[in-house]
């Protein structure tokens, strides 16, 4: 399929522990976004990406958060030191412009369940 | 105050029936604004974009009332299929980049 893609679906972390998050977008899309979405909640955003320049982090919670995107396709979140706070679904979005102009194009999402 | 605002719902209509949704939100420089749908335990999917003008595609009416700061979904002839949950999602204003997304209003559409 030629849509997002993320990895794992479903990730349980002890607290403390480090977690990786990977997304696989839409191959040519310029745009990347990473979004925090809890139980009965829209989703939160966390960060954006333009190619390679992470031009937007204001959504990451906290500098346990951490993304990137090296060579402008896939992206990994990166969460340090888990809390239970942090258990919630992430999302990875990506659009085939730059900036707010066109339709986003989620990824499954990951699942995390901190314990 | 959240950037954008819906009731929750649910919505519990009979197949047939019409139903709007409003979002309100807050800043009255976004630029551009999204209904998406989003199934249970599913990711969120563009429904449609809203323009000025207001747009229409099938069954579904998005408008966009800029001095009230308001958008909205009229769904008519409703669906078993169109139960879901519809986001409202607008760009914010120091960086259009950012979005945010509504919390959702529940429709359920009943036989």
């Known amino acids: 399929g030629a849509g997002v893609s993320q990895s794992p679906r479903y990730k349980v972390a002890k607290r403390g522990q480090d977690v990786a998050l990977r997304c696989d977008p839409i191959?040519?899309?310029?745009?990347l976004f990473w979004y925090q979405q809890a139980l009965g909640q829209g989703p939160e955003f966390l960060t954006y990406?333009?190619?390679?320049?992470?031009?937007?982090k204001s959504g990451l919670p906290s500098d346990r958060f951490f993304a990137e995107r090296p060579e402008g396709s896939v992206s990994t979140l990166k969460i340090q030191r888990t809390q239970q706070e942090d258990s919630a679904v992430y999302l990875c979005?990506?659009?085939?412009?730059?900036?707010?102009?066109?339709?986003?194009?989620f990824g499954p999402g990951t699942r995390l369940t901190v314990l | 105050r959240k950037e954008v605002e819906q009731d929750p719902g649910p919505f519990n209509v009979p197949e047939g029936a019409t139903v709007a949704f409003n979002c309100t939100y807050s800043?009255?420089?976004?630029?551009?604004f999204f209904w998406y749908r989003q199934d249970c335990r599913k990711e969120p999917k563009l429904l449609m974009s809203?323009?000025?003008s207001g747009n229409e595609d099938g069954r579904f009416t998005a408008q966009l009332n800029r001095a009230s700061q308001y958008i909205s979904l009229l769904i008519r002839d409703s669906k078993l299929s169109d139960s879901a949950t519809y986001l409202c999602?607008?760009?914010?204003?120091?960086?259009?980049?950012?979005?945010?997304f509504g919390s959702g209003t529940k429709l359920n559409v009943k036989p």
């Open positions: 979005a990506s659009s085939l412009e730059a900036g707010g102009l066109g339709e986003q194009f």
């Open positions: 191959s040519g899309h310029v745009s």
């Open positions: 990406f333009q190619n390679e320049a992470q031009l937007d």
């Open positions: 800043n009255s420089a976004s630029q551009s």
């Open positions: 809203v323009y000025s």
């Open positions: 999602v607008v760009n914010g204003l120091d960086n259009f980049n950012k979005f945010y």
